[in-house]
C-alpha cells in the first residue's frame, strides 16, 4: 500500500529533488543538469546551500542544528534578504531557477545550513524527505581528495536517497 502511494506521488509530481548549490560551475551544472534531465511539472526543487563556519555564526545561532527556515522563491531572489543569511546569490543561477519554475509549474524552496557540507546535505536529504539528490563534483585529484575529503564519496555513501553526480568539467 505504501508502494502505491509512493508510486502514485511520483507520477503526480509531488517528488522533492533536491540540487546542492555552492555556485561553483560544478553545481550550476549540476541545477541544469536536474532541470532538463530529471524535474518534471509539479515537482518542489530545494536549492541546498551550506555555508563554512565564519565570523556570523553567532547571528544564525537558532538555526545552528536545523538550518534556516525554507525561504521561498521570491525571498531567495531578494539580494537583501539574503544577505540577511550571509549569502550572495548568483544571477545565473536565479535565472536558470527562475525559467524552470515558470516553465515545469515547479515549487522551489531554498535552505540553509552552516557547517560541513557533507553532514549537513546528509542531514538535508533525511530532515527534509528529498527522493533523490544531484551535487556537482569539482574533480580533485587523488591527493587532494584524500588531503581534504571529497564531499561527493561522503554523500554518495551516506545520503538516504539516491544521489546524482555531475562532473564539472
Aim: aromatic content about 4%.
Amino acid at each position: 500500500m505504501a508502494a502505491a502511494a509512493a508510486a502514485a506521488a511520483a507520477v503526480d509530481g509531488e517528488r522533492k529533488i533536491g540540487v546542492a548549490m555552492d555556485y561553483s560551475d560544478s553545481s550550476k551544472k549540476a541545477l541544469d543538469w536536474a532541470v532538463d534531465n530529471l524535474l518534471r511539472r509539479g515537482d518542489t526543487l530545494v536549492v541546498l546551500h551550506v555555508l563554512h563556519h565564519g565570523g556570523e555564526e553567532t547571528k544564525h545561532t537558532l538555526w545552528a542544528k536545523s538550518g534556516s527556515p525554507l525561504i521561498p522563491l521570491a525571498e531567495f531572489r531578494d539580494p537583501k534578504v539574503m544577505q540577511q543569511y550571509g549569502v550572495t546569490c548568483n544571477a545565473e543561477v536565479l535565472d536558470i531557477i527562475d525559467t524552470a519554475a515558470r516553465q515545469k509549474e515547479l515549487k522551489v524552496v531554498a535552505k540553509l545550513y552552516w557547517g560541513d557540507a557533507r553532514e549537513k546535505l546528509c542531514d538535508a536529504v533525511e530532515d527534509l524527505k528529498i527522493d533523490t539528490l544531484v551535487m556537482g563534483s569539482r574533480g580533485l585529484g587523488p591527493i587532494q581528495r584524500i588531503l581534504l575529503g571529497s564531499v561527493t564519496n561522503y554523500v554518495l555513501s551516506n545520503a538516504l536517497c539516491p544521489v546524482t553526480v555531475v562532473k564539472g568539467k
